[in-house]
């Protein structure tokens, strides 16, 4: 499991658990203003022309989507490129492979700071662990919203 806990200002602390990364994308793509394409996509300059019934070879392809005709251009038609909103910037585009679970961070870290632990057992050395600055002064709130998370998951026994 995935344990995410997210720290919004002016709110109190939030704690949540996603099973995997599939899990993590549906349920960060599902309270995101942006669509889930904005959060992550992968495809090539030349599916992207085809959402537009178009294809590299055609003299308006060039005329009617200059970023995509250049994206085939500099990096060639069939070149898998990522798209990560809230990672690389409004409907950018790039070769350097983003996964899905960076793209959520990103994400989850634009709406305010938050923390995520990868396995179970982090999670729970994470809370059991005094000197993190994160559960200093009014950081037990957040201390207790991922412990009750971690009980309601039984990641924790309540004795």
């Given at each position: 499991?995935?344990?995410?806990?997210?720290?919004?200002?002016?709110?109190?602390?939030?704690?949540?658990?996603?099973?995997?990364?599939?899990?993590?994308?549906?349920?960060?793509?599902?309270?995101?203003?942006?669509?889930?394409?904005?959060?992550?996509?992968?495809?090539?300059a030349r599916e992207l022309?085809?959402?537009?019934?178009?294809?590299?070879?055609?003299?308006?392809?060039?005329?009617?989507?200059?970023?995509?005709?250049?994206?085939?251009?500099?990096?060639?038609?069939?070149?898998?490129?990522?798209?990560?909103?809230?990672?690389?910037?409004?409907?950018?585009?790039?070769?350097?492979?983003?996964?899905?679970?960076?793209?959520?961070?990103?994400?989850?870290?634009?709406?305010?700071?938050?923390?995520?632990?990868?396995?179970?057992?982090?999670?729970?050395?994470?809370?059991?662990?005094?000197?993190?600055?994160?559960?200093?002064?009014?950081?037990?709130?957040?201390?207790?919203?991922?412990?009750?998370?971690?009980?309601?998951?039984?990641?924790?026994?309540?004795?």
């Amino acid at each position: 499991m995935i344990f995410v806990l997210e720290m919004p200002a002016g709110a109190d602390p939030r704690a949540w658990f996603a099973f995997d990364v599939d899990d993590l994308v549906r349920k960060v793509t599902a309270n995101d203003p942006l669509q889930a394409w904005e959060i992550w996509d992968q495809a090539s300059a030349r599916e992207l022309l085809e959402l537009f019934d178009l294809r590299p070879e055609q003299a308006e392809a060039a005329v009617a989507c200059p970023g995509i005709h250049a994206l085939g251009e500099e990096y060639g038609w069939d070149t898998p490129l990522y798209r990560a909103d809230h990672l690389l910037g409004r409907g950018a585009y790039r070769a350097e492979p983003v996964n899905e679970a960076q793209a959520c961070v990103a994400a989850l870290e634009a709406r305010g700071p938050c923390r995520l632990w990868w396995h179970e057992a982090e999670a729970v050395l994470a809370m059991e662990k005094d000197d993190d600055p994160l559960w200093a002064g009014p950081g037990w709130k957040a201390r207790w919203a991922l412990r009750e998370q971690l009980l309601a998951t039984e990641v924790l026994a309540d004795n």
